[in-house]
């Protein structure tokens, strides 16, 4: 049982952008037969949040295990889809794992491990790459205003995490998990060339 109460985080996965350098919303792209948006959904649910919610924008889309939240302003960056997000979660929502669709070297353990660190007391916990941060986020419920107030244009957390480094938690996850984005179609055949035992982990590791 979590340290705050029987609820456990929610997740919230990004998913509204139309990829104009993949030349096709990201949401609805396959790899290994799993579309981006379901196995973003997946890795929030396996990691240990519920409920996911998911951020839908530039596509419509149906997810099984996930409530859709659409942002009709999607075209004004990731900072609409993020308080979009924060405003639908459900009333006493604890805190939230925040993950982007076009990631999907991210890996359920990464998000477990933000979540145990949200038990030990973390009230911000980020994933961080060769010492660098980037995603998921956490956050805590009393950050959530602080939050989509901040997140403005394409900045998601990013500006609420630079104001505040007191408040962050670092969570190394360079062993079970890469931040690797699919932004244009040679990203696409990088992790399609890709073994799947080695999706998210680095090849040296």
Not at 43 to 51: F, H, I, K, N, V
Not at 54 to 62: D, H, W
Not at 79 to 108: E, F, H, K, M, Y
Request: net charge negative; charged share 25%; glycine share 10%.
């Amino acid at each position: 049982m979590s340290l705050h109460g029987a609820q456990v985080p929610a997740g919230l996965l990004l998913a509204a952008g139309e990829g104009s350098r993949l030349g096709r919303p990201k949401a609805l792209l396959e790899l290994r037969g799993e579309r981006l948006v379901d196995r973003g959904v997946r890795l929030l649910r396996d990691g240990g949040c519920a409920p996911v919610l998911v951020v839908s924008g530039a596509t419509t889309v149906e997810v099984i295990g996930a409530v859709v939240v659409p942002n009709d302003d999607w075209r004004t960056g990731m900072g609409s889809s993020l308080r979009a997000g924060l405003a639908a979660l459900p009333p006493g929502c604890p805190a939230v794992v925040i993950a982007l669709v076009d990631q999907p070297r991210v890996t359920p353990a990464a998000v477990r491990r933000l979540v145990d660190a949200y038990e030990a007391g973390a009230r911000v916990a980020v994933a961080t790459y060769g010492g660098l941060p980037r995603n998921p986020v956490l956050v805590a419920a009393e950050h959530f205003a602080a939050v989509a107030e901040a997140a403005v244009g394409d900045v998601g957390a990013r500006a609420f995490l630079r104001a505040r480094p007191e408040l962050v938690t670092e969570v190394p996850c360079d062993d079970v998990a890469r931040p690797d984005d699919i932004d244009t179609p040679e990203d696409l055949a990088a992790f399609r060339a890709l073994p799947p035992d080695r999706e998210g982990v680095n090849r040296e590791g």
